[in-house]
């Protein structure tokens, strides 16, 4: 099994920055991204990485935020810049154990999840 504890949430103005980070614990992992759900709407992707650090992003979030890991310790971060309100979401940290893994924002490539944190961004 594997287990997931994200970090990092928190309250920033509109054009502020916050980084997240997920720690992995258990079972080797692959694949690792980052998705995001809002109050009424559908989980979304934001952010992936896979084998050889290979690395997608989802179109809102292009350019603004840049996700990385540290696989020695186990830790994936998401650095979000120049927050906007529309980034108010819950953050979810999610992973896989998919060999030499291609990164995917599809939420079902990630059997394990991460309980979430609160990122608020206000105008």
């Known amino acids: 099994q594997v287990e997931l504890v994200e970090s990092g949430g928190g309250s920033v103005q509109a054009g502020g920055s916050l980084r997240l980070s997920c720690v992995a614990s258990g079972r080797s992992t692959s694949c690792m991204g980052w998705f995001r759900q809002a109050p009424g709407k559908e989980r979304e992707g934001v952010a992936a990485i896979g084998y050889g650090d290979r690395t997608i992003y989802g179109e809102s979030v292009k350019g603004r935020f840049t996700i990385s890991r540290d696989t020695a310790k186990r830790t994936l971060f998401l650095q979000l810049n120049s927050l906007k309100p529309e980034d108010t979401a819950t953050y979810y940290c999610?992973?896989?154990?998919?060999?030499?893994?291609?990164?995917?924002?599809?939420?079902?490539?990630?059997?394990?999840w991460g309980r979430g944190t609160q990122v608020t961004s206000s105008s």
């Open positions: 999610a992973a896989n154990r998919v060999a030499y893994c291609v990164p995917t924002l599809s939420e079902s490539n990630y059997p394990y």
